[in-house]
């Protein structure tokens, strides 16, 4: 061993000692256990002041690579191979927990881990079962598509313009009127609300919600630094935002037809009413409408219908109907915030795909989409029924629900409030995989958004079967 510091490095003595010994563990030629060599031996070896010595090992016993026993000398510590693995190793545990999105509750990460899962039965999926996607449709339809070079390039930052002026055609049947300069194309809503988040609110504004929200299980602004408070609508509404509001930048999330979890729609008085509110006190609304289409009987029209003065940014999307694969939705908002958009989004994602745009298109403008949303609408319907059936029969000592109006979902709500992690747990064990009220409302222990949307009969009859049993358990 006849290494020595070098006195004309830009490194200290100390620090040049310190490496040469954590070199000497590395490699292994000091292993666990091993008794170095004394500080006066060390100063000698090294030619330097004994007390630059004491001062390297202070350091390394401090890192945890030697400990002292009393009495026996300096030996390497029984940790030190993890201390080194995690001192040269980047700290991604730190890393993760600097950044600046939010992690998702444990249990919604679960779901999203067991949905992949062939043999879980899916009970709280908001999403459309293999067999009813019109696959073989879209195969067909494929080959009537003309393409051209441009059209399945980069997508202009707005989108197709074929799409948006199809999509100007197709939202006059929903009361909405307007332009393509007014519409913005999006790879699914839950981009349009991330794009919304960093694009128009500055951080620390308050995003208002529902009490049981969707918001709650992605937190697309409470990632971008925004305050999400949950609000009862209803007669005290207004003086209830003039007060949480103040001063502060704001904004209304709300999916007032078949509200996502609970299903339910608002009637006509409450979306004007809303709408009044809103336009009063200055808050732009975020309508998210994205299951509009499956309404079982003709619905309201939009509140984004009784705009008149672009309060209301609108967001649709055929992921819920046609095909999530294709991951195109769209944003329907006054010129200068589709502008803001659309140059957000370009820095993300440079446009959302051609090919989906062109197959959307296409869709829309042949009659193709509202023939399969009828066929889709009498599905579910049968599916609704089918479930509604089981919960006559079986559930209604235990729990209370509202006959479904349209959608995937029924808000089923538990007598005793049973819906914990727990429950979640246990039903998970037995294949059985829910959306329980928690993970859109922290302190909802009643309720369990249930999907007839996913799963097939046969399964949507087991599972609730293993359900039943397990809830009448508790």
Not at 221 to 250: C, D, I, T, W, Y
Not at 448 to 454: D, E, G
């Amino acid at each position: 061993m006849d290494w020595k510091p070098n006195t004309h490095s830009h490194l200290t003595l100390h620090d040049q000692i310190i490496d040469w010994i954590k070199e000497r563990i590395e490699k292994g030629d000091w292993c666990v256990g091993t008794k170095i060599p004394t500080q006066r031996q060390l100063a000698a070896q090294f030619n330097v002041n004994r007390s630059t010595v004491q001062l390297a090992l202070d350091e390394l016993r401090a890192d945890g690579l030697l400990q002292s026993k009393r009495g026996s000398g300096v030996f390497v510590s029984n940790s030190s191979w993890n201390v080194l693995v995690n001192k040269t190793n980047p700290n991604w545990q730190q890393y993760i927990e600097g950044s600046v999105h939010e992690p998702n509750y444990h249990t919604i990460q679960l779901i999203n881990q067991y949905e992949q899962v062939d043999h879980i039965i899916r009970l709280g999926t908001g999403e459309l079962s293999p067999d009813l996607l019109p696959t073989k449709q879209l195969e067909e339809s494929l080959k009537e598509i003309s393409l051209e070079s441009k059209a399945i390039g980069y997508s202009s930052p707005r989108g197709s313009k074929a799409l948006r002026t199809t999509l100007c055609t197709y939202l006059k049947k929903k009361g909405i009127y307007t332009t393509p300069e007014n519409i913005l194309i999006v790879s699914g809503a839950l981009q349009a609300l991330q794009l919304i988040a960093v694009g128009l609110l500055e951080k620390g504004s308050l995003v208002f919600q529902e009490q049981s929200s969707y918001l709650n299980s992605v937190h697309p602004f409470q990632s971008a630094g925004m305050r999400v408070m949950s609000v009862l609508r209803g007669k005290n509404l207004p003086e209830h935002l003039r007060r949480l509001k103040k001063n502060k930048q704001s904004l209304f999330y709300c999916v007032p037809t078949l509200h996502n979890p609970t299903g339910y729609s608002w009637t006509l008085e409450e979306r004007i009413a809303f709408y009044q509110t809103c336009k009063e006190l200055q808050i732009p609304i975020i309508e998210d409408d994205v299951y509009h289409e499956l309404l079982f009987t003709s619905g309201v029209e939009p509140i984004k219908a009784l705009d008149t003065s672009g309060q209301v940014l609108y967001i649709g999307s055929v992921s819920k109907t046609l095909s999530p694969g294709l991951r195109i939705g769209w944003v329907v908002a006054p010129p200068l915030v589709i502008e803001r958009l659309a140059d957000i989004k370009m820095q993300t994602d440079y446009g959302s795909s051609a090919f989906s745009q062109e197959i959307v298109a296409h869709w829309l403008s042949t009659g193709l989409y509202e023939n399969h949303l009828g066929q889709l609408r009498e599905q579910l319907k049968i599916r609704a029924e089918f479930v509604e059936k089981i919960l006559y029969q079986k559930f209604q000592s235990l729990a209370n629900w509202e006959k479904p109006e349209g959608g995937f979902f029924i808000w089923l709500k538990f007598k005793k409030p049973i819906v914990n992690k727990a429950l979640f747990l246990n039903l998970l064990k037995r294949n059985v995989l829910i959306n329980p009220g928690y993970i859109y409302e922290t302190r909802d222990l009643y309720h369990i958004r249930l999907s007839y949307a996913y799963a097939s009969l046969e399964e949507l009859e087991k599972g609730l079967d293993i359900l039943f049993e397990v809830c009448s358990e508790y």
